[in-house]
């Protein structure tokens, strides 16, 4: 099973969307223990790393005050 959706990040994407608003970096704590508890078999990230190519690596080295918001004019850029 897969989780997807705002995941990594702190607002709905849809409403992040229309109201134009920026969409701070999460705590991942709740998605490390739905992959530990077996709940879920793989997280998708999609908009944290549209803004921030490193995410996956930033959070393995511990780097999670390195993370950057999305704002949605980030899906004008590709890296």
């Given at each position: 099973m897969i989780t997807v959706g705002s995941v990594g990040l702190d607002n709905d994407f849809i409403a992040g969307?229309?109201?134009r608003e920026r969409a701070e970096p999460a705590g991942l704590e709740r998605?490390?223990?739905?992959?530990?508890s077996g709940e879920v078999d793989l997280v998708a990230i999609g908009r944290a790393l549209l803004v921030d190519p490193a995410w996956a690596e930033k959070l393995r080295d511990g780097r999670t005050g390195e993370l950057l918001p999305f704002t949605p004019d980030a899906l004008k850029i590709l890296h």
């Open positions: 969307l229309f109201s998605l490390a223990q739905m992959v530990g």
